[in-house]
């Protein structure tokens, strides 16, 4: 897991598992290498269990986040990501908060939103089942719904998982800014956040497009451009054309 942590240290920003639209480095590439199946099989192909490496992944998706050595959960989209701990000042930045734990309140949130965060709030790091029986409701995709929107404001993030008696392990989450209050106290201006997350996009991989950033970072696609253009003219990125589209590297 240590080796799995400075991966994520080293790339920046990946998935836990390849997604096609990403350009993101895979942790679980990094642990299995290209093409590995994820189960193990029985004569007929059907898959019997997770192969050796997929388990690994598996409990490493929630174990980094829980010991903090990486940030872990969909922050800049659907997919799961995880983030290097030294990335998190310049991601948190581009909320406009200062870094409080309770600074989600001047937020403009849906009503069910404001009620999950302030139930995690005032009651540490929470699984769904636990927020829904707080929250006295039985809609659980109202209530993942809700907790996938917060990971995206980065009001919530997830905090390791525990095992329930049917089904997958239940994901904890916890107010971003308390589980990383230390890598939040000192942030850098928007611009500059802007920068230093583009810039990590593009170290972690050969060549991108503004497309390529803008699915990354949750972007809109004329931002990244300006952002990729700014790298450019300091000499922190290298710009090619092919086939008439612009090409960004370190």
Request: proline content about 4%; overall charge negative; hydrophobic content about 45%.
């Amino acid at each position: 897991m240590e080796a799995a942590a400075a991966f994520v240290d080293r790339v920046g920003i990946a998935v836990a598992w390849g997604k096609a639209d990403l350009v993101l480095p895979s942790l679980w590439r990094e642990i299995s290498g290209p093409d590995a199946d994820w189960a193990t099989r029985d004569e007929a192909g059907k898959a019997t269990g997770f192969s050796p490496e997929f388990d690994r992944l598996w409990r490493w998706k929630d174990e980094l986040p829980e010991r903090k050595l990486a940030c872990a959960g969909k922050h800049f989209g659907s997919a799961a990501l995880l983030i290097a701990p030294r990335l998190l000042a310049a991601a948190y930045a581009l909320t406009g908060r200062s870094g409080a734990a309770e600074d989600f309140r001047e937020d403009e949130l849906e009503t069910l939103e404001r009620e999950v965060a302030e139930a995690v709030l005032e009651n540490e790091p929470l699984t769904g089942p636990e927020i829904r029986r707080l929250l006295g409701t039985t809609d659980r995709k109202a209530v993942d719904r809700a907790v996938a929107r917060l990971q995206r404001r980065f009001v919530l993030t997830n905090a390791g998982a525990v095992e329930q008696s049917q089904g997958w392990r239940a994901i904890r989450q916890d107010l971003f800014a308390r589980r990383w209050r230390k890598s939040v106290e000192r942030l850098p201006a928007e611009d500059e956040a802007r920068r230093e997350l583009a810039l990590a996009v593009l170290a972690g991989t050969d060549e991108v497009s503004a497309a390529d950033v803008a699915a990354a970072l949750g972007w809109r696609r004329k931002l990244a451009e300006g952002v990729l253009a700014e790298l450019t003219s300091a000499g922190r990125a290298t710009e090619r054309q092919l086939d008439g589209i612009p090409l960004w590297s370190t």
